[in-house]
């Protein structure tokens, strides 16, 4: 079973990420790692602190010359940035210095402090920023690189970014990562690139926030993956609550989803036909799973994050100590973060796809992953 746990807070020493269930053999490189979390930083809009971040990382355990030895992964992400928070967030008792007591809406942080009875909303705020998905990128590597052994593959791009969309049917292909990561916005559609900077920079003179949605697309997933007999193997389901742990991510859909609601069934579905040795759809409406199982079309998803939460004009709130109105603390923060969070998504997909993987096909080696997987799909054919 592949399984992953990170621990860390946003300005703390590190992030640390371990990533169990890797078969033995998979090659896992310090500079792919890099690479990864370089792309997490990309996208017009992002903040001051995206250009002091460096991601100072060191494999700890797991990889023995460049390949995995099938015991547990291990990674840490240091923060360059420590020493100027080590009173501040130092694990040995005493008090902080700066209490912050006005919770932001749309944070996790009053909902958080009720929860854990504090008054200093840093408690919460370290743990729930999105800096946690640096940790995430390291599982998220670790599932392209075992996804690549058996020929799948996961792309994200920007389809909105406040009111500006892309076109209806801009699509990419597998070999289109780079062109997306060479956009300020990761826009695959370069004529929408202009509007969507505009946009972010009129919200960063009004010193405001835009969301966005960014769209997945996962290649090569064989017929057959996830299942229909349990509420949690349901592919679909698993897909949508990764999706949904991404910070800021409110709404996830599949396929064509909410247009799909509002047509009658004659236009919902994908007919089947059968051409060149294989069952084949006349349409992509479901985006690639039905009944909680990938149908061997590619696999398309969308996820909605919402406006940043941190405003740089903020928003009321109320201290929580004395009760009276007062506006909300600021912490640095980012104008549109939609870009980059597509990144995440795709390392949130990929890390569902190769779980599924590892647990249809199994393999304490990726020869024996490879092999089975071959079988499979030879078998397949066969039907």
């Not at 809009?45 to 700890?60: A, F, P, Q, T």
């Not at 705020?125 to 058996?150: F, I, N, P």
């Not at 859909?253 to 040795?277: M, T």
């Amino acid at each position: 079973m592949l399984r992953f746990l990170t621990a860390g807070e946003s300005h703390g020493p590190g992030l640390v990420t371990i990533v169990e269930g890797l078969p033995a053999g998979l090659e896992i490189r310090s500079e792919g790692l890099a690479t990864q979390l370089g792309r997490r930083r990309l996208g017009f809009g992002r903040g001051r602190r995206m250009m002091i971040e460096k991601d100072e990382l060191e494999i700890l355990a797991g990889v023995r010359h460049g390949r995995t030895l099938g015991s547990p992964l291990a990674v840490v992400i240091r923060n360059t940035e420590w020493a100027r928070w080590a009173e501040e967030m130092s694990p040995e008792p005493g008090d902080p210095k700066r209490v912050m007591a006005t919770p932001r809406p749309g944070h996790a942080d009053l909902a958080g402090m009720l929860k854990y009875d504090t008054h200093d909303a840093r408690d919460i705020l370290e743990r729930a920023s999105a800096r946690e998905t640096a940790a995430r990128t390291v599982a998220g590597y670790a599932a392209g690189q075992l996804l690549r052994q058996v020929d799948m593959s996961v792309l994200s791009h920007v389809v909105s970014i406040g009111s500006i969309s892309v076109p209806v049917g801009t699509a990419p292909g597998p070999g289109d990562l780079e062109a997306i990561d060479d956009s300020p916005v990761r826009v695959f559609a370069r004529e929408t690139e202009g509007a969507m900077t505009e946009a972010i920079e009129q919200a960063k003179a009004n010193r405001d926030t835009l969301g966005g949605v960014v769209e997945i697309l996962a290649f090569g997933a064989p017929a057959g993956l996830g299942s229909h007999v349990h509420w949690d193997r349901r592919l679909d389901s698993q897909l949508a609550g990764a999706l949904m742990s991404i910070q800021g991510i409110k709404a996830v859909e599949i396929g064509d989803g909410l247009a799909s609601a509002a047509r009658p069934g004659s236009e919902a579905h994908d007919e089947i036909g059968f051409a060149g040795r294989q069952f084949v759809r006349q349409s992509d409406r479901a985006g690639g799973l039905e009944g909680g199982i990938s149908t061997g079309q590619t696999l398309r998803m969308r996820a909605a994050m919402k406006p940043i939460s941190t405003l740089m004009r903020p928003l009321k709130s109320v201290d929580v100590a004395t009760k009276e109105p007062a506006d909300a603390f600021r912490e640095r923060s980012d104008v549109c973060a939609v870009p980059a969070a597509g990144v995440v998504a795709e390392q949130m997909v990929a890390y569902v796809l190769a779980a599924e993987v590892l647990r249809k096909f199994g393999g304490d080696t990726v020869a024996d992953l490879v092999a089975a997987v071959t079988a499979y799909r030879t078998r397949l054919l066969a039907f």
